[in-house]
């Protein structure tokens, strides 16, 4: 089945630096590629997602790359703020009832 | 509803007790996914609706859990004879897509303690 793996497990970085995020995952026939960011006690929220015949999305301070050949794709947070610090989640679709999400990424934007 | 709504927030079974854990999806979403998220996880699929019909139970860990969709919209998901390892924050999430993934959306969840 399909496995994602996320990294790094923790990302600490400094307000108005960028963050970055790196997912793999196994089954070639995912096709949809969402990013959730989860604050303590909340359910997820979606902040973005791609398809996979597009390569690069862009939504103001949130980008999102994926590589098919490769099977991995970032997330990428520019000009990072304290209200940016959450969990963050990436997740694939090996098939249409589904998502298969990796383990989680922490993210602390100190001021 | 604005969103995706989960009823109880929290929940405290005894070992044994069986539970129902509520789901009001956002009005006119076709799909409905339940996931379970331990601890310091990321969400774990349950089971999909797509309206009434239970497309996918593969994730459903045992024979004591149970969904249901009755009307296609308020679903309920169902543990019997709770165990602790079945302690863990239930999501609930909900999608315009009729093909099952896309743009979903989570409730808060239902936080299940087994004692």
């Known amino acids: 089945g399909e496995n994602v793996e996320q990294h790094p497990s923790t990302l600490s970085v400094q307000e108005g630096d960028s963050a970055v995020i790196k997912c793999t995952y196994s089954d070639s026939a995912s096709n949809y590629f969402p990013w959730y960011k989860q604050e303590l006690g909340k359910g997820p929220q979606l902040i973005i997602d791609?398809?996979?015949?597009?390569g690069e999305k862009k939504d103001q301070r949130i980008a999102v790359t994926l590589n098919k050949t490769a099977k991995h794709f970032s997330l990428h947070i520019t000009e990072t703020q304290p209200e940016d610090s959450a969990v963050y989640f990436c997740a694939a679709s090996p098939k249409r009832t589904a998502l298969i999400f990796g383990k989680g990424t922490t993210l602390s934007v100190s001021s | 509803g604005a969103g995706v709504s989960q009823s109880p927030r929290y929940k405290v079974a005894k070992r044994g007790q069986d539970v129902a854990l509520r789901c009001d999806p956002i009005?006119?979403?076709?799909?409905l996914f339940w996931y379970q998220q331990a601890l310091g996880q990321g969400p774990e699929f349950l089971t999909y609706?797509?309206?009434?019909?239970?497309?996918?139970k593969s994730g459903l860990p045992s024979d004591r859990f149970f969904a249901e969709r009755p009307e296609g919209s308020v679903s309920t998901l169902k543990i019997q004879r709770t165990q602790q390892e079945d302690s863990a924050v239930y999501l609930c999430?909900?999608?315009?897509?009729?093909?099952?993934?896309?743009?979903?959306?989570f409730g808060q969840g239902t936080r299940l303690t087994v004692v």
């Open positions: 791609i398809r996979s015949n597009v």
């Open positions: 009005s006119g979403h076709v799909s």
């Open positions: 609706f797509q309206n009434e019909a239970q497309l996918d």
């Open positions: 999430a909900s999608s315009l897509a009729r093909q099952g993934v896309g743009e979903a959306f």
